[in-house]
């Protein structure tokens, strides 16, 4: 279950993408199609904020017409845009149905980028036939870049199975870097399979994966207006899921969103580190989640780690502000990567600010807090804080 040789990107047959240069987002493609072959199946995931994005709630209201085409553009929101952002989604679907003989219910309208201005539906207009003639098996690599807002490097991320001695593939694009918080997950992500899967099930699985991935990372504590997550499948490999070839694409589905959702967040607007918080021995997974999500928001934290400076005192006022009832802390232990700094509460005899230093110095750290006081474990990723992150965000709009 690993991508093939030389980390070459295979295809999904049955769908093909296009990118085009609509001018949203000057100076590159900034306009991605989608097009999925006729019986394939569809599920996604949206935003939870109440302010969701008008290419959000078009999109939800036409994912169960058997979707056949997939429109994002990059470089503008369509949110904060009233009825008008409503029409503006709903014309763009019409403009994909009119060139490609399908229905607008067919077509799922997706958008990024900056909230409040009125999407250029003329320039998604007059890129559209350069998009549809660029419709190919091969066109993951551009897609992935054709999404990007502030995002510096393309995410995307591929797995290639055999069920039943069918070869099967999945292969999946991300875009995200500031707004990073669930729920859902603040992203855009497609994710492709040629298995067969029918809607309720490809939906159940598709929930579960980003539980334990998309669900968990945080740049910023922001959740988007526009976050949006599909799951595609052609059936085009024949090959179906049953009992014995679930748990194989089960995990090749969870390999790829983790893999997306840690590419999301090594690209964090400004950050130079990836930090993995794992919170064990708690009572339940809720508490274990909600520990290491207070850690991993902590600005405090977050700038220390910026700083290589091991100031675990953040760290421990973190735990202690979490909400955990009756958090016995004599039993709490911290560990910076091996270099244990908390045991039974109180700084730990070994450490010493050299061991923490050393830690603290890397591009990829581990924070793991032991609660004591039962067996679940949750892990949650997020970064660092830098001058950048500030920098980014005040010149978002400039």
């Known amino acids: 279950m690993n991508p093939p040789p030389n980390n070459t990107v295979p295809t999904v047959a049955g769908l093909k993408l296009g990118a085009a240069a609509a001018g949203i987002k000057p100076g590159r493609d900034d306009l991605l199609l989608i097009e999925l072959a006729a019986g394939s199946t569809c599920a996604a995931l949206f935003t939870r904020n109440a302010f969701c994005a008008a290419p959000v709630t078009v999109a939800r209201r036409h994912l ?6 997939l429109l994002v553009n990059a470089g503008n929101a369509n949110a904060g845009t009233g009825s008008r952002g409503l029409e ?27 909230i409040g201005e009125f999407l250029p539906v003329d320039k998604i207009e007059a890129a559209l036939p350069q998009a549809i003639a ?10 992935a870049k054709a999404i990007m807002t502030t995002d510096t490097r393309p995410k995307l991320a591929h797995r290639q199975i055999t069920l039943d001695g069918l070869t099967v593939n999945l292969v999946g694009i991300a875009k995200g870097a500031g707004m990073i918080h669930p729920n859902m997950a603040t992203l855009l992500s497609y994710i492709g399979t040629d298995a067969q899967v029918d809607a309720d099930l490809l939906q159940a699985l598709l929930s579960a994966a980003a539980e334990q991935s998309f669900n968990r990372i945080t740049v910023d504590g922001d959740t ?35 893999e997306l959702a840690e590419a999301i967040v090594r690209d964090g607007e400004g950050a130079t580190k990836l930090i993995r918080v794992v919170v064990e021995q708690a009572r339940d997974e809720a508490e ?45 232990s911290v ?15 070994s450490y010493t600010e050299q061991a923490g230093q050393h830690v603290m110095s890397q591009s990829d750290i581990t924070i793991r807090v032991a609660l004591g006081r039962g067996t679940a474990r949750q892990r949650v990723l997020t970064c660092d804080f830098s001058y950048d992150y500030v920098k980014i965000n005040a010149e978002y709009r400039t």
């Open 64 to 69: 169960g017409q058997s979707p056949r085409w």
């Open 288 to 332: 274990a989640h909600q520990v290491a999500n207070t850690i991993a928001l902590s600005p405090l934290v977050k700038t220390a780690f910026f700083a290589s400076d091991p100031n675990w005192g953040r760290i421990l006022a973190a735990i202690g502000r979490s909400g955990c009832p009756g958090l016995d802390i004599s039993q709490v």
């Open 224 to 258: 988007s207006t526009n976050d949006s997550l599909v799951l595609m499948a052609t059936g085009a490999s024949g090959a179906a899921l049953g009992n014995g070839t679930l748990p194989v694409f089960k995990a090749a589905l969870q390999e790829v969103c983790d």
């Open 134 to 143: 660029a419709l190919t098996e091969d066109g993951w690599a551009s897609a």
């Open 335 to 349: 560990w910076l990567g091996e270099v244990q700094i908390v045991e039974n509460g109180g700084r730990a005899l």
């Open 88 to 114: 503006d989604a709903e014309t763009s679907c019409r403009l994909v149905a009119g060139l490609t003989g399908g229905s607008p219910a067919q077509v799922l309208p997706f958008s990024t980028g900056v």
